[in-house]
């Protein structure tokens, strides 16, 4: 079992919350925590964990070729990355080919146990988040994808976008 897996998304009992309510920040980061458990939870069967699959998906999907361009995708360190790297490979799942040209790059590719076990891991992901949204009406998720699509490019700007104003003028 991860180690995530046993972290709790709820507050401990009696923490204080601020004031003024809870910060997008806290709620994102409370989100994002509780979908990770969720799918750590539901790819246990597996014997896999979140990252693990995260790291075949973009692979699978070409977002990355690369450990180096998965820690930059991930924002994950060159140390944890190699770790997720050396379990996919002895489970069977990944495999590294050095490259022909330069052979400093080692590329990445998902094993065809790999490719085999993808739909039901995808489905499990699936259904994390879907459990996740249950209640949402369409144009709700619709928003939600919008606003953490632009919360992102906005963050992509020098600065992460904070020298804008609220009324989003410089």
């Given at each position: 079992m991860s180690r995530r897996a046993t972290i709790k998304a709820e507050p401990p009992a009696g923490a204080q919350l601020p004031e003024e309510g809870l910060s997008v920040g806290y709620l994102?980061?409370?989100?994002?925590?509780s979908?990770?458990?969720?799918l750590d939870a539901e790819l246990a069967p597996f014997?896999?964990?979140?990252?693990?699959?995260?790291?075949?998906?973009?692979?699978?999907?070409g977002r990355a070729r690369?450990?180096?361009?998965?820690?930059r995708y991930m924002y994950?360190?060159?140390?944890?990355?190699?770790?997720?790297?050396?379990?996919?490979?002895?489970k069977g799942l990944l495999r590294r080919e050095r490259c022909q040209d330069d052979r400093r790059v080692v590329f990445l590719r998902v094993a065809a146990?790999?490719?085999?076990?993808?739909?039901?891991?995808?489905?499990?992901?699936r259904a994390v988040l879907?459990?996740?949204?249950?209640?949402?009406?369409?144009?709700?998720?619709?928003?939600l994808r919008s606003y953490l699509g632009r919360m992102i490019?906005?963050?992509k700007l020098p600065g992460g976008a904070h020298h804008h104003t609220r009324t989003g003028k410089s």
């Open positions: 994102m980061a409370r989100a994002r925590a979908l990770l458990a969720g014997g896999l964990n979140a990252m693990q699959y995260a790291v075949l998906k973009h692979l699978a999907d690369t450990a180096a361009d998965l820690c994950y360190d060159t140390g944890s990355m190699t770790r997720i790297l050396d379990r996919l490979e002895e146990a790999g490719r085999a076990q993808l739909p039901r891991l995808r489905a499990a992901g879907e459990g996740h949204l249950a209640g949402f009406e369409a144009t709700e998720v619709e928003n490019e906005n963050g």
